[in-house]
């Protein structure tokens, strides 16, 4: 099978080809996206469920805190011990539940938040702690303040040298992170809480407890081993990390030699949304050195303002193959459809081109006119269709072509007709009006001499038919008369409104109703005014004398976008009989009463009509009326 470009065969097989092609392209770009965005979509719902779920052990760890911290104030020997200042016995007691409480720091300060007694440095007290946010609030409203909070180094050096070398930590630079503001983070993120003494309804003390996140990983390495599991060779596939403000001070992400990156700076776009607009973050982000997909949380103390951030999130490298894996995949799909398309559209062409190949050789056929030609039948239903309407068709074309002819013979002949009767009609015309001006003349001197005579009547009629004759003689000249039109453009609409205005006013027509129906912004028409006046006026009278009992005359304007204005005036007066419809046209032809009509009315208005390049018909039935239609050539038609 050769396959030239110019050939059908070519065209189709190469549209298959680029049919696949595009479909399998577009397949693979929305595919590729839909699926990937698709599972990516569930991995940002993961994250954002594990945040919660973060969310929710952190605070369950302070709650943890709080019951403690909040037990201990119910304790009868601390507050016995508070009122005699027991400070030894408040130490050792301290000592002993430290591994219970499971804080780092306890403190009990007085009513004006003085330190009574510390757990881990028992000798330094009466330095007040008012600058420790639940400190202040718990004795402000003598109720129980827990939360997050930021410890100074100053307050945590107060602890003693064990608790004060886990605060510090580095800030280590990263691309990714935001621009580093300072050397070491020295303040500590602290799960806290401060817990008034009532004696009798008297605020003797407040005891506090607090937890340093700093280098803390209980909560962080808890929620990953819960989420999270281990991938190939130990890489974490899910990490956790609590920022204080911006630094990590606590975390289990990596850097490149596997240490936790514990002082990096959160990135300056998750920074500023959930950091300074308090908005919580599921989205790629990168975390140290790598994209992950991520959730972030703020983190807030006892006064609601944001002191942190909460974390986590998995490497967005583990979703990598699966974007590999369907942008392949769906390639093998195309690949494989393209094959397959392309012997496919070898088989069709086969069955296709044998019967296109026919129905050319009985178009050429056709076109030389040969009506004889026929198709056969076809196997495939739509070819079979095809055929058939291809043979309706010659039969169609076949029959149009033989009315045309009938149709061009007719007005051929109705021409030749004309044109020869208006000849004979002319040279009669004139050779009769010349007589017909000396007897006219010579009877009306006769009726001014013989006025009073018995003889003027006679010479009346024979005045009055001679006026007739040369009414007649001028209807004969109107018909014979050749004259090219004179053409301007004229708004059929606003000619017919003068006409109607005129012949509205004719005594024949006091017992009809005009109907106007003009259609608004018609094009213009092309044609000689006093000409298309006369068809009019002809065309409303013959419609008054086809009612002479009264009726209604409508006169319709429209343009159908065929090149030519259309001009209707029907009536609803008796009717022309279906065997004078075809002989209404021609000359000296009527159905009026003797002596009230020349039979040259209609013959004129067609000669017109014809001159302007357009067409005249007529519809009628007896006793229901009669409507004549013109068409005239548009403004934007060609002549």
Known sequence: MKFNSKTLRFKILSGFIMLVLITGGSALFIGYFTIYRGILSQAFETVRSDLKTAEYLY??????????????????????????????????????????????????????????????????????LLEILAIKQAIETGKQISGTGILSYEIIKREGEEIAKRVPIKI?????????????????????????????????????????????????????????????????????????????????????????????????????????????????????????????????????????????????????????????????????????????SIYIIKKIIHPINEVVEASEKLAGGDYNVKLGDFDEYELSRMALAFNNMIGAIAQRDEKIKISAESQIAQSEKLASLGRL???????????????????????????????????????????????????????????????????????????????????????????????????QVNVDLNQMKSVFNNLMVNAADAMPGGGELTISTFYSGDGFVTVSFKDTGIGI??????????????TKEPGKGTGLGLSVIYGIIEKHNGTISVRSKVGEGTEFIIKLPAEDSHE
């Open 59 to 128: 605070y369950n760890r302070l709650y943890q805190n709080r019951m403690a911290v909040g037990y201990m104030a119910t304790l009868d020997y601390l507050k016995d011990a508070v009122k005699n200042r027991k400070y030894d016995f408040l130490y050792n007691k301290f000592r002993d539940v430290k591994d219970f409480l499971g804080t780092d720091i306890i403190i009990v300060t007085d009513s004006r938040g003085n330190v009574i007694q510390r757990m881990n440095n028992k000798d330094l007290r009466g330095d007040n």
């Open 172 to 344: 280590i630079p990263t691309p990714k992170g935001r621009k580093p503001h300072k050397d070491f983070e020295t303040r500590a993120l602290v799960l806290n809480t401060a817990t008034p003494v009532f004696d009798n309804g008297k605020l003797i003390a407040v005891i506090y407890g607090a937890t340093i996140k700093n280098n803390n990983f209980e909560i962080v390495d808890r929620i990953q081993n819960l989420f999270f599991k281990k991938g190939e060779k130990g890489v974490e596939i899910g990490t956790v990390t609590i920022f204080l403000e911006d630094v990590r001070i606590s975390t289990n992400v990596k850097d490149s030699v596997g240490e936790r990156s514990l002082g990096t700076l959160v990135s300056e776009d998750v920074y500023r949304q959930v950091f300074e607009k308090g908005q919580t973050w599921i989205d790629l982000a990168f975390v140290v050195d790598r994209l992950y997909i991520a959730g972030y949380t703020p983190l807030y103390d006892t006064g609601g303002h944001i002191v942190g951030i909460l974390y986590v999130g998995v490497p967005y490298s583990n979703y990598s193959w699966i974007k590999s894996s369907t942008f392949w995949f769906i390639v093998l799909i195309i690949f494989i459809t393209a094959f397959s398309a392309f012997f496919i």
């Open 425 to 523: 009609a002319s040279g009669i015309a004139h050779e009769i009006n010349n007589p017909l001006t000396g007897i006219l003349t010579y009877s009306s001197m006769l009726k001014e001499e013989l006025a009073d005579s018995e003889y003027a009547a006679d010479l009346q009629v024979i005045i009055d038919e001679t006026l007739r004759c040369r009414k007649i003689v001028r209807g004969i000249l109107d018909f014979a008369r050749e004259s090219k039109p004179e053409k301007k453009l004229y708004n059929i609409n606003a000619e017919l409104e003068k006409a109607i205005k005129i012949i509205e006013r004719h005594v024949n027509f006091r017992n009809i109703k005009i109907n106007k129906n003009f259609q608004e912004n018609i094009p």
């Open 577 to 590: 009989p279906e065997e004078n419809l075809n002989k209404i046209f021609d000359p000296f032809f009527t």
